[in-house]
């Protein structure tokens, strides 16, 4: 009787299958790990803003989150809240963004003009005080005082 020799396919194959799948996981955990380390809640950061954008068209930004570096320029109350016009750091055309500030959501920090802060907003849309839309509002969520 003759010898059937192995046929060795079977397990190359096997093993080929092993590698890609290890190869896989790497690549998902690689991208998980990205996307969970660089994210601070925030989303973008100002370098990724542009305010002549912004004024073009605010509706497009609704419900992206950014976080700004900027300096208020002023303070304007309204009611229990304040509306601050910020100077962000990576603007060369020293443009002003209109930013609300919700009663709270400063925490401790005492917002003043001529300071630098980091604002962590959200672009949102409502309505003013007749009822009309406003799309493209950016609602700050928490500051924080730059070290």
């Known amino acids: 009787m003759a010898r059937r020799r192995r046929n060795n396919s079977s397990g190359n194959k ?4 092993v590698i890609l799948g290890a190869v896989a996981l790497v690549l998902i955990v690689a991208v998980l ?6 994210s601070s809640g ?3 950061t100002d370098s990724d803003f542009r305010i002549s954008d912004y004024r073009k068209g605010g509706s497009r ?3 992206n989150k950014y976080r700004f570096e900027g300096r208020v320029e002023a303070v304007m109350p309204q009611g229990h809240d304040r509306l601050v016009a910020v100077t962000l ?4 055309d020293g443009e002003i963004l209109p930013i ?3 009663d709270g959501a400063a925490g401790d920090v005492n ?3 001529g300071k630098t802060y980091i604002f962590n907003v959200e672009c949102r849309s409502g309505r003013d005080e007749s009822g009309e839309p406003i799309k493209g509002i950016f609602i700050t ?5 730059k070290l």
């Open 42 to 44: 925030a989303g973008p």
């Open 89 to 92: 750091a990576n603007n060369p």
């Open 33 to 38: 790990f990205k996307s969970s380390g660089s």
């Open 61 to 63: 930004f609704t419900n």
């Open 141 to 145: 969520r928490e500051v924080e005082n």
């Open 14 to 17: 096997n093993i080929l299958y």
């Open 100 to 102: 609300l500030v919700p």
């Open 111 to 113: 917002l003043d003009r």
